[in-house]
């Protein structure tokens, strides 16, 4: 299994411009989420899904949208980017099935830099 | 309201001692995940323990023990007989279950460095 794939790595914008990040999981997955990492502020959830066609709002969702589509999938799109939003973006999955004990799994994160 | 709070931006051990990680945690729900993750300058974010609301006794993985305090509502993480390799960020998260979203909170995290 792959696990949690992002791509891309590294991505620097133009303040205005849009983008989708991509993630993917083989884990057969139901729940989803995308967090932001910023210094001293820890990973802040931006949206997150509980399964195909089921998706809402996490602590940050202001200039991002989302969608899924499938399982596997669970694209990020920033509409017109600012620099504020410059953040190391993380995409995560885990059983949905209720169980507490059910840790997420980490993709490697992309860096993104809006000038 | 769901918070996590980890109180120690950054801790020293020295090499071959043990170090406690603080986290406390807020939530009204009776069941709930507590987990600890490691994120080494790599960037990759690893799953290091679990413990249940309403397990007994304290986990432990390896040199991983979790210092389980419900009353406190406290969940500090244990590292024995501290490497090298030790030294990243650790993060404490909460998984509460009253929610649809099986969401994950996490604390700011806290910087160990191992000094050899």
């Known amino acids: 299994n792959a696990g949690v794939t992002q791509t891309p790595k590294f991505q620097v914008l133009k303040t205005g411009q849009s983008m989708t990040l991509q993630c993917a999981q083989d884990m057969n997955h139901e729940y989803m989420s995308w967090y932001r990492q910023d210094p001293g502020m820890g990973l802040r959830l931006i949206h997150y899904s509980v399964g195909a066609g089921i998706t809402d709002q996490g602590e940050v969702p202001n200039g991002y949208n989302v969608s899924r589509s499938t399982t596997e999938d669970f694209p990020l799109r920033l509409l017109s980017a600012a620099p504020s939003q410059t953040s190391v973006y993380f995409c995560?999955?885990?059983?949905?099935?209720?169980?507490?004990?059910?840790?997420?799994?980490f993709g490697p994160g992309t860096r993104l830099t809006v000038l | 309201a769901q918070k996590i709070t980890q109180t120690q931006p950054g801790m020293f051990v020295q090499e071959k001692e043990a170090v406690t990680l603080d986290c406390t945690y807020d939530t009204s729900d009776p069941s709930y995940g507590l987990f600890w993750y490691k994120q080494p300058s790599s960037g990759e974010m690893i799953f290091l323990i679990y413990?249940?609301?309403?397990?007994?006794q304290n986990a432990t993985e390896g040199r991983y023990s979790l210092n389980f305090q419900k009353a406190r509502k406290s969940a500090n993480l244990v590292i024995s007989a501290s490497q090298l390799g030790d030294s990243a960020m650790y993060f404490c998260a909460m998984r509460p279950t009253g929610n649809t979203g099986n969401q994950f909170y996490f604390g700011t995290g806290t910087s160990l460095t191992v000094i050899p």
């Open positions: 413990q249940g609301s309403y397990d007994q």
């Open positions: 995560a999955s885990s059983h949905g099935d209720g169980r507490i004990k059910n840790e997420q799994f």
